[in-house]
C-alpha cells in the first residue's frame, strides 16, 4: 500500500522558506569569506539575487539522507562526510556544464583536490546542525502559524523570482 502526503501550501511554503533562507546564509558565508581572506566584497554565487542556491540545495539532500533525528555530534560527522562528496562532485558537474571553474580551495588548508575542503566541510558540518536544529524546526512552526495566504503569496513570489533569476543567469553563464 502507498500512503501519500498531501502537499499543500503550508508544506510548499517551508520548503521555499528553506530554500531560500539556506541560500541566503550560504550567500552570506560566501562574501565573508572572501572578505575576510582578500579584503573585499565580491558578490559570491550564480544568480543576481543574493542567494546562492547549492546552499539550499546540499541542505535539502542532508535533509533527504538524514531524516532520522540525529545526535549533533552524529549529524555534524555525517553532514561533514556528504557535504564533502556533494561539493565535490558539484565542482565537476558545474565545471562540465559552464566550462569554468565556480570555486577553488588551492592553498586552503587541508585542500581536497583544490575543490573542497576539510576547512569548509567543518563549517557546511555547523551549519548543518543549525539547519536541522534551527531552521527546519523554525520553518515548520512558521508554516502553521502564518496564515495559508501569505505561505502561498511567498511561496509564488519566491519561486517566480528566483526561477526567473536562475533562468537569466544559467543564460550569462552559458554564453561566458
Given at each position: 500500500?502507498?500512503?501519500?502526503?498531501?502537499?499543500?501550501?503550508?508544506?510548499?511554503?517551508?520548503?521555499?522558506?528553506?530554500?531560500?533562507?539556506?541560500?541566503?546564509?550560504?550567500?552570506?558565508?560566501?562574501?565573508?569569506?572572501?572578505?575576510v581572506?582578500?579584503?573585499?566584497?565580491?558578490?559570491?554565487?550564480?544568480?543576481?539575487?543574493?542567494?546562492?542556491?547549492?546552499?539550499?540545495?546540499?541542505?535539502?539532500?542532508?535533509?533527504?539522507?538524514?531524516?532520522?533525528?540525529?545526535?549533533?555530534?552524529?549529524?555534524?560527522?555525517?553532514?561533514?562526510?556528504i557535504?564533502?562528496?556533494?561539493?565535490l562532485?558539484?565542482?565537476?558537474?558545474?565545471?562540465?556544464?559552464?566550462?569554468?571553474?565556480?570555486?577553488?580551495?588551492?592553498?586552503?588548508?587541508?585542500?581536497?583536490?583544490?575543490?573542497?575542503?576539510?576547512?569548509?566541510?567543518?563549517?557546511?558540518?555547523?551549519?548543518?546542525?543549525?539547519?536541522?536544529y534551527g531552521?527546519?524546526?523554525?520553518?515548520?512552526?512558521?508554516?502553521?502559524?502564518?496564515?495559508?495566504?501569505?505561505?502561498?503569496?511567498?511561496?509564488?513570489?519566491?519561486?517566480?523570482?528566483?526561477?526567473?533569476d536562475?533562468?537569466?543567469?544559467?543564460?550569462?553563464?552559458?554564453?561566458?
Open positions: 500500500m502507498v500512503i501519500t502526503k498531501k502537499i499543500t501550501s503550508r508544506t510548499v511554503f517551508r520548503y521555499v522558506f528553506e530554500f531560500v533562507a539556506a541560500g541566503f546564509v550560504g550567500w552570506i558565508y560566501e562574501v565573508v569569506t572572501v572578505w581572506l582578500l579584503h573585499r566584497f565580491e558578490n559570491r554565487g550564480i544568480l543576481h539575487l543574493p542567494i546562492v542556491p547549492i546552499y539550499a540545495v546540499g541542505a535539502f539532500l542532508l535533509l533527504a539522507l538524514l531524516r532520522k533525528r540525529l545526535n549533533p555530534i552524529v549529524l555534524f560527522a555525517a553532514s561533514f562526510a557535504t564533502t562528496v556533494f561539493e562532485g558539484a565542482s565537476y558537474l558545474l565545471e562540465f556544464i559552464f566550462h569554468k571553474q565556480f570555486w577553488t580551495y588551492k592553498g586552503w588548508a587541508f585542500s581536497i583536490l583544490d575543490r573542497s575542503s576539510g576547512v569548509s566541510s567543518t563549517i557546511f558540518g555547523i551549519m548543518a546542525v543549525a539547519y536541522f531552521l527546519h524546526p523554525l520553518s515548520g512552526k512558521l508554516g502553521e502559524k502564518l496564515p495559508k495566504g501569505f505561505c502561498t503569496a511567498f511561496s509564488v513570489a519566491a519561486i517566480a523570482v528566483i526561477g526567473a536562475f533562468v537569466i543567469s544559467v543564460c550569462q553563464n552559458l554564453k561566458g
